[in-house]
């Protein structure tokens, strides 16, 4: 990669500098002096020329035909798989997961993309009768406008995608605010629609922080719709910026594996390990709690442990290698901190709990697997969003006790049950308070096809994915075709 390389924003299908003229650096969180490219570090006069070219643009590609619009995205898919490894290596660079993961990360793009492609072909409405004669009754969708994406750094090219695809299926134009931590992966995913034939100002980026972007973005009078995934601060801010604007929150999670008496416990081990540490535990669907029934408690702990410590920490570019870094350094003492709280709180530490600072781990931001067992559920690290690979064990008398402890958390994410029970089963489903609860696999691992999203604090009710994932962006339009020729007049004319 050529480290001295500086990308601009994408502004009405032309690549241009900031109006401050200045640049960030975005790093290798498993080398932090590997600068890997500089980019824009933008500002509201940025964003402002973004959203006039999204709105120059509105017009011509909102009515186009959305099969046509969906060819231009299964373009854009075809290119991602082209360039699926590529990709998938510059991603564990810029954000640190491992790279079977990243190649996840852009599998999961390139499925959602052929996915709202092919919802070109339907978006559909509804029809329905009348209560008068004569009269035809439908809704069409329409698209919203203009709206602002803001993404993280977790998923740099899924999450991105998750929300570009349903956006410009429907019709609507796009000002793309990635996570300043990885840019770059959202700079290539916009050049792959680039090189697919979004006609110029369809989709435009800006880089740069929260505050001096994302922000007047999120104000801006010609933006009606925003779609954000992040924390649940700054969603809170969102909300009481954004004024009467559409807003789509995907926010933290505190997701919970319950392990009954009856589970089978090896499965069990593998989905806490791949839930607790895939992704470093940076997801908003990490499995940081494990409720285990205490008939199964120490087996269960016993053979959790002994896996964790076996996990090979290191650089995600090396094949041996299980769990990467954090994903910098303020979230590197975010993780450690709540390892001291823990202890304080008077949870016990199994395994775990340093910053790796010897060897090859000196210039990243390296965390060991930690695990806590004794934790109750009122305790901080029970209680917060850690988004680091620690993980809280509690126990359970009972499934009644496993499902109170679950919902004692202001989330509502991912879930999931390890049981051999069907009742225990359909209990944890209808019963805990989650948008996702997953039966005898791990908290982690949505199909693109089905909704995604969170109950609580985990959002306001939107969700992605599937035939759900459009509804954010689109506005329901009903219409009524009276071909009576005369007056009627609903509730009225009824006899
Ligand atoms: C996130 O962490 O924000 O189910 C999303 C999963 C992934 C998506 C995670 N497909 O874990």
């Not at 072909?121 to 008068?132: A, I, K, Q, V």
């Not at 929300?163 to 990635?178: E, Q, R, S, Y």
């Not at 304080?344 to 199994?350: N, P, S, V």
């Amino acid at each position: 990669m050529n480290e001295s390389k500086t990308y601009k924003n994408y502004i009405g299908g032309k690549w241009v500098e900031s109006a401050t003229g200045t640049t960030f650096n975005s790093i290798n969180p498993a080398n932090k002096e590997e600068i890997l490219v500089k980019l824009q570090k933008s500002d509201e006069k940025d964003g402002d020329m973004a959203v006039d070219a999204a709105e120059d643009a509105f017009e011509k590609w909102s009515s186009m035909p959305a099969p046509k619009r969906g060819e231009i995205l299964f373009k854009a898919a075809r290119i991602l798989e082209e360039q699926k490894e590529e990709l998938a290596k510059t991603m564990t660079k810029e954000m640190g997961k491992i790279l079977i993961e990243t190649r996840g990360d852009v599998q999961e793009a390139i499925d959602i993309i052929k996915l709202m492609a092919g919802e070109g072909r339907r978006l559909y409405g509804h029809t329905t009768p009348s209560e008068l004669p004569n009269k035809f009754c439908m809704t069409i969708n329409l698209p919203v406008g203009i709206v602002a994406l803001i993404t993280p750094w977790n998923f740099p090219m899924a999450i991105p995608a998750w929300k570009i695809a349903p956006a410009l299926i429907a019709g609507n134009t796009i000002v793309f605010k990635p996570a300043s931590d990885t840019p770059l992966c959202a700079i290539k995913l916009v050049e792959i629609f680039e090189k697919a034939g979004i006609p110029k100002g369809v989709l435009n980026i800006v880089t740069g922080s929260g505050t001096s972007v994302g922000m007047p973005l999120v104000k801006h009078k010609k933006i009606r719709g925003i779609s954000f995934t992040g924390s649940v601060e700054t969603g809170q801010i969102i909300t009481k910026e954004a004024g009467l604007k559409r807003v789509g929150l995907e926010l933290g999670g505190k997701n919970v594996i319950i392990v009954m008496d009856d589970a089978n416990i090896d499965l069990a081990v593998d989905g806490a390990i791949w839930g607790g540490f895939g992704t470093t535990g940076q997801r908003c669907t990490a499995a940081s709690r494990v409720v285990v029934h205490e008939k199964v408690g120490d087996k269960f702990t016993e053979k959790f442990v002994e896996r964790a410590k076996k996990l090979k920490v290191g650089d995600g570019l090396d094949p041996e290698t299980e769990m990467g870094p954090a994903i910098n350094e303020s979230q590197l003492k975010k993780i450690h901190k709540y390892t001291e709280i823990g202890k304080e709180e008077g949870a016990t530490l199994l395994t775990g709990g340093k910053i790796l600072t010897e060897g090859k781990f000196t210039q990243g931001f390296f965390y060991e697997p930690t695990i806590f067992s004794d934790v109750t559920k009122d305790m901080t690290i029970a209680q917060d969003e850690i988004f680091g690979p620690t993980v809280a064990i509690m126990a359970a008398e009972n499934l009644e006790e496993a499902i109170h402890i679950a919902n004692s958390v202001e989330y509502g994410l991912s879930s999931s049950i390890y049981t051999e029970s069907i009742n225990n089963a359909f209990k944890a489903i209808e019963k805990i308070e989650a948008g996702l609860t997953y039966v005898n696999s791990s908290t982690i691992g949505s199909e693109v096809h089905l909704p995604f999203g969170g109950v609580k604090n985990t959002g306001n009710g939107t969700r992605e994915g599937g035939i759900k994932g459009i509804e954010e962006f689109v506005e329901t339009k009903t219409a009524y075709i009276d071909y009576s020729g005369r007056l009627q007049r609903a509730q009225i004319d009824i006899e």
